[in-house]
């Protein structure tokens, strides 16, 4: 009698084919959480809410072509640069951040659909990471988008055609784009960290209020190292020119090295992100 063949046993997927079957799940992610985050209400009030630094330079504009001629304004990317530092890392930033981290899991979870992802068979990180990237590429294309508009308008103002080229020389579009650079690496530093406190905490957005205006512009006037522990202390020590910087330092010693800076940044964003994947491998299905 012969002996029975044994049945087949379906073989482990290949590393290769593993990976791009994670990367099929994590786009297929991103594309709906895309589609939800552009046909939101919340899109139009931020977009209008960033469009108020270009309101500036575009009056300007306006009234010299329709009412009077304006004196010139001068040194356009000085005015720029000023622009990054008192609005866009201490406003826009902020409230970009707060919008769109803290609603990152939160808002999942109090429109009860955080069940459906839950319910699928995605592993966890998959979801998280999926969700950050997303929610990162929408309020990054704002930012960057408003960030260029101000630097085009600024130097429109210009009276003439070859002081409005200069806003293609290379050395300015070296620091537009630097500049646009750090504020996105920022940009998702404070996403990852607010959409960790959203998913951890109850009322994460009032703690992440009173870490940016509180925390973060309170302790920077405080001596010693305690001002390594704002991630504006990093973000601040990797801009390409000295504007910010110089007031920033002014009082409170020496910055660390931009390696170190971009480090500690990376780490904030991965302990982040770990925090909230555990959080949703803990959470009770409903």
């Not at 899109?43 to 304006?70: D, N, Q, T």
């Not at 990152?104 to 995605?122: A, C, F, Q």
Request: aromatic letters at 10%.
């Amino acid at each position: 009698m012969s002996a029975a063949i044994p049945s087949a046993i379906p073989a482990a997927p290949d590393g290769a084919g593993l990976v791009r079957r994670r990367l099929g799940q994590l786009r297929a992610v991103v594309g709906l959480n895309l589609r939800i985050a552009l046909r939101a209400k919340r899109i139009w009030i931020i977009g209008l809410l960033l469009f108020l630094p270009v309101l500036l330079p575009l009056a300007y504009l306006i009234i010299s072509a329709v009412v009077a001629k304006m004196p010139p304004v001068q040194d356009p990317m000085t005015i720029f640069r000023k622009m990054v530092s008192l609005v866009y890392l201490r406003v826009a930033i902020y409230v970009l951040a707060l919008t769109y981290g803290i609603s990152m899991i939160s808002d999942e979870v109090e429109g009860k659909t955080l069940v459906h992802l839950l319910l699928r068979p995605l592993p966890r990180w998959i979801v998280v990471a999926g969700k950050f990237i997303s929610t990162w590429l929408v309020a990054g294309a704002l930012l960057a988008a408003s960030v260029v508009l101000t630097y085009a308008l600024y130097w429109l103002t210009q009276p003439s055609g070859i002081e409005r080229l200069k806003m293609f020389d290379p050395g300015n579009l070296r620091i537009l784009g630097l500049d646009a650079l750090v504020m996105l690496f920022a940009l998702s530093a404070y996403l990852a960290l607010f959409g960790c406190l959203g998913a951890r905490l109850p009322h994460g957005e009032r703690w992440g209020v009173v870490f940016c205006f509180g925390w973060e512009w309170l302790i920077t006037y405080l001596p010693a190292r305690l001002k390594w522990m704002t991630l504006m202390y990093h973000v601040q020590t990797l801009f390409p020119h000295d504007v910010s910087v110089s007031q920033f330092f002014a009082l409170r010693g020496e910055p660390l090295s931009k390696t170190t800076c971009v480090a500690i940044l990376l780490v904030v964003i991965g302990i982040s992100l770990a925090l909230m994947t555990l959080n949703l491998k803990r959470r009770e299905i409903r």
